[in-house]
């Protein structure tokens, strides 16, 4: 199973700040066929089911704020919030497809306003 | 728009069985692959089982293969999990979850439903 590991657990930023999350593959998510990674990122807010905001590693979901950025490659992933805002507080998870049984998910990181 | 509403939750003892039901509407969903997904309490996303579009393939979590049953009713637009010989850790809210592919596997989760709380207890 590929093990996917988000840094760090927490994080408190302040609002208007950068705030940015990374999650690290046991094995290269890129499929060399299509130069893709296979790697999503979902922000679940509390008593909420989790949100897709990014997937194929940067491709920004429709309706997503342009302040999240989804980058990196291989096996090295970071999302990124440029200007962290009171409705972003959230725990985040990035998951892998690209070896499937089974989906992996990181274990997710908190993210607070400082 | 996309809508997935779970059934089917509640109080079970160990050893117990349990069907919970996902309802979808506002997209085509006989040609979609579904999921189910579980977030035990205070913890994590655990991803349990998919089905295609046409119930012809289906993935388990090693974890979870010998109890859980995925299936569909593509008439019904509704899937579900037979869940049997239920365990403390298996209380969890349960998510049912539309894959991203149009008659592909895509893998990732598009929509999510809000979710069917289980609780096993005695």
């Known amino acids: 199973d590929i093990v996917m590991t988000q840094s760090p657990d927490s994080l408190a930023v302040s609002l208007g700040e950068r705030a940015t999350i990374n999650c690290k593959s046991s094995?290269?998510?890129?499929?060399?066929?299509?130069?893709?990674?296979?790697l999503a990122w979902y922000q679940q807010k509390p008593g909420h089911p989790p949100k897709l905001l990014i997937s194929?590693?940067?491709t920004r979901e429709s309706g997503v704020p342009d302040r999240f950025s989804g980058s990196g490659s291989g096996t090295d992933f970071t999302l990124t919030i440029s200007s962290l805002q009171a409705e972003d507080v959230a725990v985040y998870y990035c998951?892998?497809?690209?070896?499937?049984?089974?989906?992996?998910f990181g274990g997710g990181t908190k993210v607070e306003i400082k | 728009q996309v809508q997935l509403v779970e059934s089917g939750g509640g109080v079970v003892q160990p050893g117990g069985s349990l069907r919970l039901s996902c309802t979808a509407s506002?997209?085509?969903?006989?040609?979609?692959?579904m999921h189910w997904v579980r977030q035990a309490p205070g913890k994590g996303l655990e991803w349990l089982t998919y089905?295609?579009?046409?119930?012809?393939?289906?993935w388990y979590a090693e974890s979870i293969k010998d109890r859980f049953t995925i299936s569909r009713d593509n008439s019904k637009n509704t899937l579900y999990l037979q869940i049997r010989s239920l365990r403390i850790e298996d209380t969890a809210i349960y998510y049912c979850?539309?894959?991203?592919?149009?008659?592909?596997?895509?893998?990732?989760?598009?929509?999510w439903g809000h979710g069917a709380l289980v609780t096993v207890s005695s």
């Open positions: 979850a539309k894959d991203a592919g149009f008659r592909i596997r895509q893998y990732y989760f598009d929509f």
């Open positions: 506002g997209f085509n969903f006989s040609s979609y692959g």
């Open positions: 089905i295609r579009y046409d119930a012809n393939n289906r």
């Open positions: 094995q290269s998510l890129l499929y060399s066929s299509s130069n893709k990674n296979h």
């Open positions: 194929w590693a940067s």
């Open positions: 998951q892998q497809y690209y070896i499937t049984p089974p989906l992996t």
